[in-house]
Nanobody, 124 residues
Framework: QVQLVESGGGLVQAGGSLRLSCAASGRTGSNYAAGWFRQAPGKEREFVAAISWSGGNTYYADSVKGRFTISRDNAKNTVYLQMNSLKPEDTAVYSC?????????????????WGQGTQVTVSS
């Protein structure tokens, strides 16, 4: 069992930055890939970024490529999402997820564990 808790969300002006954190506990000694997803009001959950266990492989949605950076510090059991040049359309609840079955994946159905999410609001 893995528990994930997100933090770092908040209200930020367009063009600003936020760093989200995802703290993991439980089965953290095993190799797991991690990802970030978001869900805006009235929309389906969408993929944002993913990272392999070692951090050597990352993948981003086209909408955030060049602006967001996913990273991890396994010694701290934490995955990060650095968000720069934020836009109002980035407003959403951001959730982190983990999977032990894939080295890296962008598919939400392939993640087994999810955090509760943290709200990010970008004002214009």
């Amino acid at each position: 069992q893995v528990q994930l808790v997100e933090s770092g969300g908040g209200l930020v002006q367009a063009g600003g930055s936020l760093r989200l954190s995802c703290a993991a506990s439980g089965r953290t000694g095993s190799n797991y890939a991690a990802g970030w997803f978001r869900q805006a009001p009235g929309k389906e959950r969408e993929f944002v970024a993913a990272i392999s266990w070692s951090g050597g492989n990352t993948y981003y949605a086209d909408s955030v490529k060049g602006r967001f950076t996913i990273s991890r510090d396994n010694a701290k059991n934490t995955v990060y999402l650095q968000m720069n040049s934020l836009k109002p359309e980035d407003t959403a609840v951001y959730s982190c997820a983990a999977t032990f079955h894939y080295s890296i994946t962008s598919m939400s159905q392939e993640y087994n564990y999810w955090g509760q999410g943290t709200q990010v609001t970008v004002s214009s």
